[in-house]
């Protein structure tokens, strides 16, 4: 069956790095627009950043330009989000969403702590 596995969250310091991975399976990934949504505790879920099925277009939350970068390898049918300089309110679970038409799925989430 359909599966979106998130990893690469983890607990770190205002400044610093992390590569969110989301690795799919059991739906023809190449063909779906991917995207990242974060939720904080006591907020809204939020859309951070999506992509085009081939990759050639991307887009972001104002709130994260400059700082996020998403990307997806087709043939390894996975997504990533690679996320600089880190500030405490980008504290909040991440989860990966793959969309085509109807069709919509939703993995587990990756909690992201970003306090020093």
């Known amino acids: 069956q359909v599966r979106l596995v998130e990893s690469g969250g983890g607990l770190v310091q205002p400044g610093g790095s992390l590569r969110l991975s989301c690795a799919a399976s059991?739906?023809?990934?190449?063909?779906?627009?991917m995207r990242w949504y974060r939720q904080a505790p006591g907020k809204e879920r939020e859309l951070v950043a999506s992509?085009?099925?081939?990759?050639?277009?991307?887009n972001y939350a104002d709130s994260v330009k400059g700082r996020f970068t998403i990307s997806r390898d087709n043939a390894e049918n996975r997504v990533y989000l690679q996320i600089n300089s880190l500030k405490p309110e980008d504290t909040a679970t991440y989860y990966c969403?793959?969309?085509?038409?109807?069709?919509?799925?939703w993995g587990q989430g990756t909690q992201v702590t970003v306090s020093s």
């Open positions: 969403n793959a969309i085509r038409f109807e069709n919509n799925y």
């Open positions: 059991g739906f023809p990934f190449s063909t779906y627009e």
């Open positions: 992509i085009t099925s081939a990759g050639g277009n991307t």
